[in-house]
């Protein structure tokens, strides 16, 4: 299967990425010459990754039959200090709530999540450290 994504530029550093009939727009902030009109393309990774996650979180959850009324994910990468810049580390945290919510079952499905079904997390997994945290609201 081959995946491809357009990156069609707008003006200025501004980009506008399509894939499967959906847009996002990429730029830059002011400070580094761009309008500030999206998302900032390192960004893209851990919104990449936190969906890619959150869609096995949420199917195994399901298949566990674990009763759940919210997940959120917050995903933070913390950048080098020297070009070029890249993610030295990334911390998914998930945020659950929901009703006497086991803590072993979720655990399990971020497990499997991480270590056998999340693509993005697999291919990133050799170039930085990812790490996890649960969070029950």
């Known amino acids: ?3 491809e994504v357009s990156i069609n530029w707008l003006e200025g550093v501004a980009f506008r990425s399509e894939a ?3 847009s996002i727009t990429i730029d830059a902030p002011f400070e580094a010459g761009g309008q500030n009109k999206g998302i900032r393309p390192k ?8 969906g890619c ?3 096995d979180v949420v199917l195994i959850l399901q298949k566990m039959k674990v009763k759940f009324t919210g997940i959120r994910i917050v995903v933070e990468g913390k ?3 020297h070009h070029p810049k890249v993610y030295e580390t990334i911390v998914v945290k998930y945020f659950f709530s929901g009703e006497d919510l086991d803590l072993a079952k979720l655990q399990k499905a971020i497990d499997l ?5 999340c693509g993005v997390t697999a291919m990133l997994r050799n170039s930085v450290k990812i790490s996890n ?3 029950i609201e």
Request: aromatic share 4%; hydrophobic share 45%.
């Open 53 to 55: 996650t959150g869609v």
């Open 43 to 50: 960004m893209l990774i851990l919104a990449s990754l936190g």
């Open 20 to 22: 499967d009939g959906h």
């Open 133 to 135: 945290q649960i969070i």
């Open 79 to 81: 950048l080098t200090e």
């Open 1 to 3: 299967m081959i995946h």
């Open 113 to 117: 999540s991480q270590d056998k079904y």
